[in-house]
């Protein structure tokens, strides 16, 4: 599981505590950006954003489902904490979807701005936690929170070609 030094310690132990608060925080992150997804859905105008969001809450649940399996690799168990930022983010979701909510030509490229904030967060987030997994010598978290946080960058990519495509034009 975990690549020891000679002297029986983990390599980099010193990040430990901050990898497991960071795994709790995008825990808890993903669990409050479900509820988000639905708001961000039910309020798209367009076919294909409609169906972007749907897409990206089901592959929020496998998200959760895999930083649950990290925990178990790193011998921990599975416990989020209130994401403040994501709390914020999703409150400025909400407010876009007050304040547009009238003004359908627009209301989808602010609804697209607003999931992008969520996915770089999502991405820095991962990024990190791939980088401290790997220093520590987390093989399987790394491997796991990888695939996460590719498929965070598909998503980012697919919500700027509906964009370029459908919501700014």
């Known amino acids: 599981m975990v690549q020891k030094k000679g002297n029986g310690e983990m390599p ?16 808890g992150a993903e669990r409050q950006l479900l ?14 954003l409609r169906k972007a ?17 990290v925990f178990e690799h790193v011998g921990l168990t599975a416990r989020g904490k209130k994401c403040k930022a994501m709390e914020g983010l999703l409150s400025e979701a909400e407010e876009i979807i007050e304040e547009f909510q009238d003004s359908p030509e627009v209301l989808d490229a ?5 999931a992008q904030k969520v996915e770089h967060y999502e991405i820095a987030s991962y990024g990190c936690l791939v980088t401290y997994a790997n220093l520590m010598g987390h093989k399987e978290a790394k491997e796991t929170l990888g695939m996460t946080l590719a498929e965070e960058k598909e998503t980012d990519a697919l919500l700027t070609d509906i964009a370029m495509k459908e919501a700014n034009s």
């Open 12 to 27: 980099n132990g010193h990040l430990h505590e901050l990898f497991v608060d960071e795994l709790r925080d995008i825990l």
């Open 35 to 48: 509820k988000g997804l639905k708001k961000l859905k039910d309020a798209a105008k367009g076919e294909n």
């Open 53 to 69: 969001f749907q897409a990206h809450y089901e592959q929020t649940e496998g998200h959760i489902d895999r930083l649950k399996t």
């Open 110 to 114: 602010a609804l697209i701005a607003a």
